[in-house]
């Protein structure tokens, strides 16, 4: 599970993928604030596979630098499967990169609600050549560990739609 390998294993292990399969990476964060931008390059060589990350925080940045539509936003929040999917596209589209991931989510310890708790994470995963993926996850504990669960499972997805 990607839970047995630290972060940083995983980014060298999506290093040597991209690298093999001649492919770029870029990212689209909201909770993890850059953190998956952060693991990948922190590997030497990274420039040759990671394009660019967008940190889209707050809503309006979702709007402005990937051009997710307000009113989707609205209607069906920040943290959702159709938000985190259509991120994933404008990363690639928006870029030089041929996959990306894009995550968002509650990492706390406020803002859960009963339908969208404390520790619900979003994350689409999208290769320009194969298609995409993307799920809603429940991760438990404190905002660091929140985080780090999502930011392990980013990488983890990317390794596998290479």
């Not at 509650?106 to 050549?129: D, F, M, R």
Request: glycine content about 10%; charged content about 15%.
């Amino acid at each position: 599970m990607f839970t047995e390998k630290t972060v940083q294993e995983l980014a060298q292990v999506l290093g040597e993928k991209l690298t093999q399969a001649g492919l770029v990476v870029a990212t689209a964060e909201s909770c993890t604030g850059g953190g998956v931008a952060y693991a990948i390059t922190e590997i030497s060589g990274s420039s040759q596979w990671f394009d660019r990350s967008f940190i889209t925080y707050s809503n309006g940045a979702k709007t402005q630098m990937l051009g997710i539509d307000d009113a989707l936003i609205q209607q069906f929040g920040a943290v959702s499967e159709e938000v985190v999917e259509l991120m994933a596209l404008a990363a690639v589209k928006n870029s030089d990169a041929d996959i990306s991931v894009a995550i968002s989510g509650i990492a706390g310890p406020e803002g859960g609600t009963l339908e969208k708790p404390v520790g619900t994470v979003c994350i689409s995963w999208y290769n320009a050549h194969s298609g995409s993926k993307t799920a809603s996850y429940l991760f438990v504990g404190d905002r660091s560990d929140v985080r780090t669960q999502a930011i392990r499972l980013a990488l983890f997805g990317l390794i596998e739609i290479i």
